[in-house]
T-cell receptor, first 114, second 112 residues
Framework: DGGITQSPKYLFRKEGQNVTLSCEQNLNHDAMYWYRQDPGQGLRLIYYSQIVNDFQKGDIAEGYSVSREKKESFPLTVTSAQKNPTAFYLC?????????????FGPGTRLTVT | GQSLEQPSEVTAVEGAIVQINCTYQTSGFYGLSWYQQHDGGAPTFLSYNALDGLEETGRFSSFLSRSDSYGYLLLQELQMKDSASYFCAVRDQSGGYQKVTFGIGTKLQVIP
């Protein structure tokens, strides 16, 4: 079955530590996205990548970094510079840059930093 | 930049019809998507409108008026399982890249 996997489902870290969230897709999609969702809030775009080895900052990129070395993988690193990292992180993909309106989401990673 | 407005909460009775409105402001507008998200789950794509008019998919319909910068999602024959949050999302172009901006979501509660 094709889909997007994110691991782990729950992640706990101490303040000051960097943490990397995994996102893998086997849908053969070109475009991938990272969103952050806070309680009662919409999805805010962190980073997106429309092709391998290329990515752009979204609306809230500060304190985050990404890489896109393979089509299937788009890991997100939450650095210690991110002031309020506790949130629900969602990874998504779309077939191409032209179908960004229809995104397929992974199950999410709930990150808690104390 | 972009901005979207949708009601934060709506309550409706099982079997009834409910309309969730979305107004937006953006440049380089391509279209409007709708997503459903159950508590703790991942958003799932419902519909997309690029042109004016109504698109129907089963019990769900979505409408767009580009001249009014307005759209809505219509849910008919409401079922308890429709209780979820519904997000409108604008697809637009900025700096040569297309992206989607989501609204804050409307929490729909279906009551017996």
């Amino acid at each position: 079955d094709g889909g997007i996997t994110q691991s782990p489902k729950y992640l706990f870290r101490k303040e000051g530590q960097n943490v990397t969230l995994s996102c893998e897709q086997n849908l053969n999609h070109d475009a991938m996205y990272w969103y952050r969702q806070d309680p009662g809030q919409g999805l805010r775009l962190i980073y997106y990548s429309q092709i391998v080895n290329d990515f752009q900052k979204g609306d809230i990129a500060e304190g985050y970094s990404v890489s896109r070395e393979k089509k299937e993988s788009f890991p997100l690193t939450v650095t210690s510079a991110q002031k309020n990292p506790t949130a629900f992180y969602l990874c998504a993909s779309s077939i191409s840059r032209d179908t960004t309106y229809e995104q397929y989401f992974g199950p999410g990673t709930r990150l808690t930093v104390t | 930049g972009q901005s979207l407005e949708q009601p934060s909460e709506v309550t409706a009775v099982e079997g009834a019809i409910v309309q969730i409105n979305c107004t937006y402001q953006t440049s380089g507008f391509y279209g409007l998507s709708w997503y459903q998200q159950h508590d703790g789950g991942a958003p799932t794509f419902l519909s997309y409108n690029a042109l004016d008019g109504l698109e129907e998919t089963g019990r769900f319909s979505s409408f767009l008026s580009r001249s009014d910068s307005y759209g809505y999602l219509l849910l008919q024959e409401l079922q308890m399982k429709d209780s979820a949050s519904y997000f409108c999302a604008v697809r637009d172009q900025s700096g040569g890249y297309q992206k989607v901006t989501f609204g804050i979501g409307t929490k729909l509660q279906v009551i017996p």
